[in-house]
């Protein structure tokens, strides 16, 4: 008997970081009337509650033992976006910095941190009409995904735009800085032994380098049209 499959679609899109992801999931989600899930944010949460109680990422005992007690949640924002708990407390802008995305970046190779989100998002995506972003979406989430999309980008054009967004934010950035950032962030996701970030055989991909996100979000929502 073939698997039950969800009447309304499941979006992955999957890419480094900096492509942006989350922001043109967003802006489909609401266009095509499906729910958000962040799932980046997930391992931002992580990694956050690990630098808060100075939990070392690379020891796999205490990681267990910190999702083990933790809980993360995600809440809609009624904007397409999502609100970020960690044990009840909302930490949605403490986790937007470099700092705890280089922290999402090694939890994230620990086994137990993805095994304990991996049920969560696989639970909340499970009756469809739902898009998700990450690394590994399309290759271990959900990889009977309806519509697969690998988003890219230039490394330095990644770059500018986090620079050009801390800039807007009135905070001090260093171009050259970020840029180094987004490249070891994209060796250690690209060369990590669990879920690195590859490319599925069957997803789309989206090259945003020289694209506006209008165009972008257009283009994905064709190709959701489409199937």
């Known amino acids: 008997m073939p698997p039950h499959k969800p009447p309304a679609p499941v979006v992955a899109i999957d890419g480094p970081s900096g492509a942006g992801k989350s922001t043109v999931a967003r802006a489909v989600a609401r266009a095509m009337g499906l729910l958000y899930l962040d799932t980046g944010a997930l391992y931002r949460a992580i990694g956050w509650k690990a630098g808060e109680t100075g939990t070392d990422p690379a020891d ?5 033992a910190l999702c083990a007690r933790v809980s993360v949640t995600l809440q809609a924002d009624g904007a397409g976006g999502n609100r970020v708990l960690v044990d009840g407390e909302d930490v949605t802008d403490r986790i937007r910095t470099q700092a ?3 922290l999402a970046s090694a ?10 989100l991996l049920d969560l998002q696989r639970g ?3 009756h469809g009409g739902v898009i998700l972003d990450g690394r590994d979406i399309g290759t271990v989430v959900f990889p009977d995904a309806d519509v697969k999309i690998f988003l890219d980008a230039d490394p330095a054009e990644r770059a500018r735009r986090r620079y050009d967004e801390l800039v807007a934010k009135g905070q001090a950035a260093d171009f050259q800085q970020i840029l180094a950032e987004v ?3 994209d060796h250690a996701d690209r060369t990590r ?3 690195p970030l590859i490319q599925a055989p069957d997803a789309r991909v989206v090259d945003t380098t020289a694209m506006s996100a209008d165009e972008v979000i257009a283009r994905i929502c064709a ?5």
Request: with cysteine.
């Open 60 to 64: 796999a005992a205490a990681m267990a």
């Open 100 to 102: 705890v995305a280089a």
């Open 107 to 116: 939890v994230s190779a620990q086994p137990c941190v993805r095994r304990a």
């Open 124 to 126: 909340m995506g499970r």
């Open 183 to 185: 490249n070891a962030r």
């Open 193 to 195: 032994p669990i879920a």
């Open 223 to 227: 190709m959701i049209r489409n199937g």
